[in-house]
């Protein structure tokens, strides 16, 4: 199905692993140019560079000048159509709420927060110069399924979910629309690395990473995590005229995992 995406200018924030690279490559097989931006580069994003359908750009989203830097890139190709904020991270913490410090919370609102609203306040006069475009947060359900562990992702996806809706509002009449996407648990490293969120929830319990993953995915009626593919070609939808008129909702896609309306 063509997206209508041939020749736009794509922005992804955190593009390296996991939904990010999954975004951008989905993008690219869309006919879309996509600008990366990531700490650092991969081979995934070197083969779309040498494929002619990506650029990486070298930043640290969390920063003040990160995302700038990155939509830089798409002035210079004439300005973003489509952004796709996904930078994100998560840090567990099996020492209660009251042990997170200023440190930690200024990180998580960095990375989770401020990266997509600075990416979002220089993308959209770009945006307002073609004529139009669409912004795609990457959210989490956690916006509105807190939890004690993950208390600062969860807050600053809160957020993110509540800027997202305020944006759409304002500019939705200039032709800009604002969606956000809330995944479940993704089969990505951030779960299912040795490091990941899986293996953390396992060392802070008498259980293994396996098990904790058996239970996660037995909490979604599919039973299963959603994969990176499955929340970028939801992305891709979301972003392309096909949903012309889809914008200020937050799509879940969680396998069912979210058992409320």
């Given at each position: 199905?063509?997206?209508?995406?041939?020749?736009?200018?794509?922005?992804?924030?955190?593009?390296?692993?996991?939904?990010?690279?999954?975004?951008?490559?989905?993008?690219?097989?869309?006919?879309?140019?996509?600008?990366?931006?990531?700490?650092?580069?991969?081979?995934?994003?070197?083969?779309?560079?040498?494929?002619?359908?990506?650029?990486?750009?070298?930043?640290d989203l969390a920063t003040p000048r990160g995302p700038s830097t990155l939509l830089a890139a798409a002035a210079e190709r004439g300005g973003a159509d489509v952004l796709i904020n996904n930078a994100g991270a998560v840090a567990t913490r099996f020492d209660g709420i009251l042990s997170v410090t200023d440190e930690e919370w200024d990180a998580a609102l960095a990375v989770n927060f401020l990266s997509?609203?600075?990416?979002?306040?220089?993308?959209?006069p770009q945006m307002l110069s073609r004529g139009g475009g669409?912004?795609?947060?990457?959210?989490?359900?956690?916006?509105?399924?807190p939890e004690w562990n993950i208390v600062d992702y969860s807050a600053t996806k809160a957020a993110l979910a509540n800027y997202a809706k305020s944006l759409s509002k304002e500019f939705g009449p200039?032709?800009?629309?604002?969606?956000?996407i809330s995944p479940g648990p993704v089969a990505t490293d951030l779960w299912l690395a040795p490091d990941g969120v899986a293996a953390k929830f396992a060392g802070a319990s008498v259980t293994t990473p396996d098990d904790v993953i058996a239970s996660v995915s037995a909490g979604a009626p599919t039973?299963?995590?959603?994969?990176?593919?499955?929340?970028a070609d939801l992305a891709v939808f979301l972003a392309g005229s096909r949903s012309g008129n889809t914008t200020g909702s937050d799509v879940r896609i969680d396998g069912g995992y979210v058992p409320t309306l």
């Open positions: 199905m063509d997206m209508y995406l041939t020749d736009k200018v794509v922005v992804v924030t955190g593009a390296s692993k996991g939904i990010g690279l999954a975004v951008s490559q989905a993008f690219a097989e869309s006919g879309a140019f996509v600008i990366a931006g990531a700490r650092h580069n991969t081979p995934e994003l070197q083969a779309l560079e040498s494929a002619g359908s990506a650029l990486f750009i070298a930043t997509a609203v600075r990416a979002s306040r220089e993308a959209i669409s912004i795609v947060m990457i959210g989490s359900v956690n916006a509105t399924l200039k032709g800009i629309r604002v969606n956000t039973g299963r995590f959603t994969t990176a593919r499955e929340v």
